[in-house]
T-cell receptor, first 117, second 114 residues
Framework: GAVVSQHPSRVICKSGTSVKIECRSL??????MFWYRQFPKQSLMLMAT?????????EQGVEKDKFLINHASLTLSTLTVTSAHPEDSSFYICSAKVGRGPNQPQHFGDGTRLSIL | GENVEQHPSTLSVQEGDSAVIKCTYS??????FPWYKQELGKGPQLIID?????GEKKDQRIAVTLNKTAKHFSLHITETQPEDSAVYFCAAIGHTGTASKLTFGTGTRLQVTL
C-alpha cells in the first residue's frame, strides 16, 4: 500500500517551455503533498507544501510564480515549472502524507528528472 | 527550525557485516523519525520509522534506536547484502507553527562489497 506515482519520469525541453509534473496517490487519499528538489549527490530540499483545496505554502526562496502548485483533489497534485531555464534543471520529487496527523509517514514518488536545454 | 546531521557520508562494508548510520537533531519537540533508502534515479523509499514514545524498533534486518535525551537516533542494518547498497537518509519532523515538515539529513552512501 501507500503508492505514489509521479509522471513524467524524464523531461527534456527547450528553454522557455513550461513543464507540468503530476503526483498521484494511488491507493490512499492525501490531504497533504510535498514537492522537493534534489541536486546531484545532495539531500532533498523542500520547495512547498500542498494542501488539498487551498493554496500551497512555499519555502523561503522558492518563487511561487515560477513553481505553480495545484492540489485540486485528494489524490493529485501538480507542479508546473513556468518558463523553465537551464538553472531549473534538477530532480523533482513529490511525496504524499498518509492521514491527517502531523507525524504520519510520507511516501515518495520516483521523481522527475528535468533537463532544460 | 529543525537541523539534522548525519554521519558518515559514505560507508563501505563487506557482505554479511553490519552497518550503522547515526543522526542527531536539534528540535527537542520533534517526535517522528523516519529513515529512507534511495536507489539511483529513484525516489526515497520509507524503510522504517520510530516515534518518540519508543526507544527501539526492529523490522527483520533493520533496526532503529532513539535517544531523546541526547537527541540522536541510529539505523542498524545487520547481515548486509549487495542490494542494501544505496543512499540512506534520516529525517525528523520539525514543527513550525501548525506546519509539520520533514527535515532530512545529508545522506549516507552505503556500499556493500562482496
Amino acid at each position: 500500500g501507500a503508492v505514489v506515482s509521479q509522471h513524467p519520469s524524464r523531461v527534456i525541453c527547450k528553454s522557455g517551455t513550461s513543464v507540468k509534473i503530476e503526483c498521484r496517490s494511488l491507493d490512499f487519499q492525501a490531504t497533504t503533498m510535498f514537492w522537493y528538489r534534489q541536486f546531484p549527490k545532495q539531500s532533498l530540499m523542500l520547495m512547498a507544501t500542498s494542501n488539498e483545496g487551498s493554496k500551497a505554502t512555499y519555502e523561503q526562496g522558492v518563487e511561487k510564480d515560477k513553481f505553480l502548485i495545484n492540489h485540486a483533489s485528494l489524490t493529485l497534485s501538480t507542479l508546473t515549472v513556468t518558463s523553465a531555464h537551464p538553472e531549473d534543471s534538477s530532480f523533482y520529487i513529490c511525496s504524499a502524507k498518509v492521514g491527517r496527523g502531523p507525524n504520519q509517514p510520507q511516501h515518495f514518488g520516483d521523481g522527475t528528472r528535468l533537463s532544460i536545454l | 527550525g529543525e537541523n539534522v546531521e548525519q554521519h558518515p557520508s559514505t560507508l563501505s562494508v563487506q557482505e554479511g557485516d553490519s552497518a550503522v548510520i547515526k543522526c542527531t537533531y536539534s528540535d527537542s519537540a520533534s517526535n517522528y523519525f523516519p529513515w529512507y533508502k534511495q536507489e539511483l534515479g529513484k525516489g526515497p523509499q520509507l524503510i522504517i520509522d520510530i516515534r518518540s514514545n519508543v526507544g527501539e524498533k526492529k523490522d527483520q534486518r533493520i533496526a532503529v534506536t532513539l535517544n531523546k535525551t541526547a537527541k540522536h537516533f541510529s539505523l542498524h542494518i545487520t547481515e548486509t547484502q549487495p542490494e542494501d547498497s544505496a543512499v540512506y537518509f534520516c529525517a525528523a519532523i520539525g514543527h513550525t507553527g501548525t506546519a509539520s515538515k520533514l527535515t532530512f539529513g545529508t545522506g549516507t552512501r552505503l556500499q556493500v562489497t562482496l
